[in-house]
C-alpha cells in the first residue's frame, strides 16, 4: 500500500510562488507515475502535471495547458518524494492540489490508484 502525503500549501499574493511537496511511502515509488491534480470549489478535479521517470536519470514530465511554462514538476528517487514548484500563481490556480500515484493508462485522467489528502493553495488578489 502507498501512502501519499501533501504539504507546501499556503496563502500567497498573485504573481507569488509556492512549492508542494509529495511524500510516500511503499518500495515501489520509483514505478509510478506521479501526478499533481487540483480541484477548485464547485468544480471537476483537474489533471496539473505528472511526473514518469524512463530511467536511472531522466524522466518525462507532463502539463495542463494552463499551467505550462509557470508550473515545474520534479521527482526525487532516494527521498521518495515529487514537487510541484509554481511559479507567476494567478487566483485561478485557487484550489486544492492532490497528488496521486499509479500507472494509469492516461496520463492525465483519474485513473491513479492512490491519493493524498489534499493541500489547499489560495492565491489572492
Known amino acids: 500500500q502507498v501512502q501519499l502525503v501533501e504539504s507546501g500549501g499556503g496563502l500567497v499574493q498573485a504573481g507569488g510562488s509556492l512549492r508542494l511537496s509529495c511524500a510516500a511511502s511503499g518500495r515501489t515509488f520509483s514505478n509510478y507515475v506521479m501526478g499533481w491534480f487540483r480541484q477548485a470549489p464547485g468544480k471537476e478535479r483537474e489533471f496539473v502535471a505528472a511526473i514518469r521517470r524512463i530511467s536511472r536519470i531522466s524522466s518525462n514530465t507532463y502539463y495542463a495547458d494552463s499551467v505550462k511554462g509557470r508550473f515545474t514538476v520534479s521527482r526525487d528517487n532516494a527521498k521518495n518524494t515529487v514537487y510541484l514548484q509554481m511559479n507567476s500563481l494567478k487566483p485561478e490556480d485557487t484550489a486544492v492540489y492532490y497528488c496521486?500515484?499509479?500507472?494509469?493508462?492516461?496520463?492525465?485522467?483519474?485513473?491513479?490508484?492512490?491519493w493524498g489528502q489534499g493541500t489547499q493553495v489560495t492565491v489572492s488578489y
Open positions: 496521486a500515484a499509479g500507472n494509469p493508462g492516461s496520463i492525465m485522467s483519474n485513473d491513479y490508484d492512490h
